[in-house]
């Protein structure tokens, strides 16, 4: 069974920085389509990235990120990543992996095709 846990959340300034990290086990982690989302307080939980699974390439962003976060995956360490830049206030949020196991490995914002998430970390960002 995968199991997906994230790190690197934690306080920063606005116009910080800060890389969360995925470790996925379990499973052999290539094919996967890799996502991270983001629920902020009082919010319902959104699409941020996506990354295809294989080798593709692809990646996908919600516009509110694009330009600042990058999404990245390293197979041979099972690991993906969220680099995330010129953070603002509204960033902050609890911000979970997800990985969709099976059918495509083309990346979607669709979180209802996502099988296995991670228990998410916090990031919080202060004025």
């Known amino acids: 069974q995968v199991q997906l846990v994230e790190s690197g959340g934690g306080l920063v300034q606005a116009g910080g920085s800060l890389r969360l990290s995925c470790a996925a086990s379990?499973?052999?982690?290539?094919?996967?389509?890799m996502g991270w989302f983001r629920r902020a307080p009082g919010k319902e939980r959104e699409f941020v990235a996506a990354?295809?699974?294989?080798?593709?390439?692809?990646?996908m962003y919600a516009d509110s990120v694009k330009g600042r976060f990058t999404i990245s995956r390293d197979n041979a360490k099972n690991m993906v990543y969220l680099q995330m830049n010129s953070l603002t206030p509204e960033d902050t949020a609890a911000y979970y992996c997800?990985?969709?196991?099976?059918?495509?490995?083309?990346?979607?914002?669709?979180?209802?095709?996502?099988?296995?998430w991670g228990q998410g970390t916090q990031v919080t960002v202060s004025s």
């Open positions: 997800a990985a969709k196991t099976y059918g495509s490995d083309l990346p979607t914002t669709t979180q209802a095709l996502y099988n296995i």
């Open positions: 379990g499973r052999t982690f290539s094919p996967f389509v």
């Open positions: 990354v295809s699974g294989s080798s593709r390439d692809s990646t």
